[in-house]
């Protein structure tokens, strides 16, 4: 699976939207590209992914380049409890046939009130 | 939903001990379950990937007598961390992808198990 490239951390003020990037020059045309984040000390939560269109869930959107070198992550409106650390990751193989999720160093986001 | 538990949330034992650590999907069946481990100020580490009924596949680098998986059930896999010393003191994830669902794009991950071994 090809590498992603993000920020290494990010400010927020509390109700405003945040654009969250990631580059992803070498990936394929199978590759999904995943959102995860993690609060501190839990475990990694699913945000949303997508693959050639954009994608808007309950949580956050998903914009994705037209030549998909790249990638952001939407949050519309952060609140204090989106103060997470930010994974985007691409995975092409599906997990029952040996897919898998590795995690790079993500974005750390801090939202201030 | 799709609720991933683990047990215990967390562990302190001595050194040389042996030390279990459970993975249920509380509410749906996985067939494929991951374990991860992360130290203070990292990112999540793949240490294995674990098949039901079959053996776990293990990352390069990751011991696989030392950290012995099992994965009985469509809803259980079972870490253990053999003759635990001080280095394996870290933060455990794991997750777990649903079948049959439609939601297989996924991973739901547990809490966490934080051991510290002294």
């Known amino acids: 699976d090809a590498k992603t490239t993000q920020p290494n951390s990010m400010e927020s003020n509390e109700e405003e939207p945040v654009h969250l990037p990631c580059n992803h020059s070498?990936?394929?045309?199978?590759?999904?590209i995943h959102w995860y984040r993690q609060l501190p000390s839990q475990g990694p939560e699913y945000v949303i992914h997508?693959?050639?269109s954009n994608v808007n869930n309950r949580m956050a959107s998903l914009a994705i380049a037209e030549d998909r070198k790249s990638s952001t992550l939407i949050l519309h409106r952060a609140t204090l409890r989106d103060a997470a650390v930010y994974y985007c990751?691409?995975?092409?193989?599906?997990?029952?046939?040996?897919?898998?999720?590795?995690f790079g160093q993500g974005t750390e986001l801090s939202v201030k009130p | 939903g799709a609720v991933v538990s683990q047990h215990p949330s967390r562990v302190i034992c001595k050194s040389g001990t042996s030390v279990k650590i459970e993975c249920r999907s509380l509410?749906?069946?996985?067939?494929?379950m991951f374990w991860y481990r992360q130290f203070p100020k990292q990112s999540l580490m793949l240490m294995a990937t674990?098949?039901?009924?079959?053996?776990?596949t293990y990352e390069q680098g990751v011991e696989k007598d030392k950290f012995l998986i099992n994965h009985a059930s469509l809803t259980l896999s079972t870490l253990t961390v053999t003759s635990a010393h001080p280095e394996d003191s870290s933060f455990y994830i794991c997750?777990?992808?649903?079948w049959g669902r439609g939601d297989e794009e996924t991973q739901y991950f547990g809490p966490g198990t934080r051991l510290l071994v002294l």
């Open positions: 509410d749906f069946q996985a067939t494929t």
């Open positions: 997750s777990a992808t649903p």
């Open positions: 997508g693959l050639t």
């Open positions: 070498t990936i394929s045309g199978t590759d999904y």
């Open positions: 674990s098949n039901e009924g079959s053996k776990a």
């Open positions: 990751i691409l995975r092409a193989v599906p997990y029952n046939q040996g897919g898998k999720l590795i």
